[in-house]
Nanobody, 124 residues
Framework: QVQLVESGGGLVQAGGSLRLACAAS????????MGWFRQAPGKEREFVAVISWPGGGIMYAHSVQGRFTISRDNAKDTVYLQMNSLKPEDTAVYYC?????????????????WGQGTQVTVSS
């Protein structure tokens, strides 16, 4: 059974940093692309970043470009999201998701598996 478990969320002041991690289990994910999405209260889920396997293709949402960095450790089947210069508008539940293949996409419906999410709250 495939499981994705996020960690690293929390409360941080504006301008601060957090590092999210998502550990995948249940099979080998070395040929899967791994992404992050987020959903703020009252808003639709939105794309944040994705990294292809084995890591050559990366795409970011315009709103986080230059502040967030996605990376992966294939040996650990784990994807990370380093979030710097956080803003109150980054407050949301952050979800990791995975899909087979090299193609990077921002379309949530293209992802097969999802984690339960981790809350990130940025205070002003």
């Amino acid at each position: 059974q495939v499981q994705l478990v996020e960690s690293g969320g929390g409360l941080v002041q504006a301008g601060g940093s957090l590092r999210l991690a998502c550990a995948a289990s249940g099979r080998s994910f070395s040929t899967y692309s791994m992404g992050w999405f987020r959903q703020a209260p009252g808003k639709e889920r939105e794309f944040v970043a994705v990294i292809s396997w084995p890591g050559g293709g990366i795409m970011y949402a315009h709103s986080v470009q230059g502040r967030f960095t996605i990376s992966r450790d294939n040996a650990k089947d784990t994807v990370y999201l380093q979030m710097n210069s956080l803003k109150p508008e980054d407050t949301a539940v952050y979800y990791c998701a995975i899909r087979p293949g090299r193609i990077v996409t921002a379309q949530a419906e293209e992802y097969d598996y999802w984690g339960q999410g981790t809350q990130v709250t940025v205070s002003s």
